[in-house]
C-alpha cells in the first residue's frame, strides 16, 4: 500500500476543509439576518441558511478532526488498520474515505 497516496490525499482535503472553514460567510449571513430586512419570510429564511451553515461547519470539523487521526495513523505505522477489528481496511474504501477509522464490515455492524 503506498501510504504517501493517501497522506497527499488527507493533506489536500484538510487544506481544502480549512481554506473553506472561515467563518467569513456565516458571519456575513448572521449580520444580514440581524439586520432585520425583509419581511417573516425573509426573516425565516435567513434563520434557516445559517442553521444550514453552521451544521456544515460541524461536518467539516469532525472530517477535520478524522483527517488528523488519519495522518497520526500514517506517523505510528497504523494507518489501514480497522480500529474496530484490526484487519486492513480495503483500498478501494480507502480511496474514497481516506480518513475512514474502520473497514466497510465493521461500519456495517455499526450501522445495524
Not at 470539523?61 to 488528523?68: E, S, T
Not at 477509522?101 to 455499526?110: G, L, M
Request: aromatic share 2%; glycine share 6%; net charge neutral.
Amino acid at each position: 500500500m503506498n501510504v504517501s497516496h493517501y497522506k497527499d490525499a488527507l493533506l489536500k482535503k484538510r487544506a481544502e476543509l480549512v481554506d473553506t472553514a472561515g467563518l467569513n460567510s456565516l458571519q456575513n449571513s448572521m449580520e444580514h439576518n440581524n439586520g432585520r430586512q425583509g419581511d417573516m419570510a425573509d426573516q425565516a429564511s435567513g434563520n434557516n441558511e445559517v442553521h444550514i451553515q453552521l451544521r456544515l461547519k460541524q461536518t467539516d470539523a469532525k472530517i477535520l478532526q478524522a483527517i488528523d487521526e488519519a495522518l497520526m495513523r500514517i506517523e505510528k505505522g497504523a494507518f489501514g488498520l480497522c480500529r474496530d477489528c484490526g484487519e486492513p481496511i480495503a483500498e478501494a474504501r480507502l480511496n474514497a474515505i481516506p480518513w475512514t477509522r474502520v473497514c466497510i464490515t465493521c461500519k456495517e455492524k455499526q450501522k445495524a
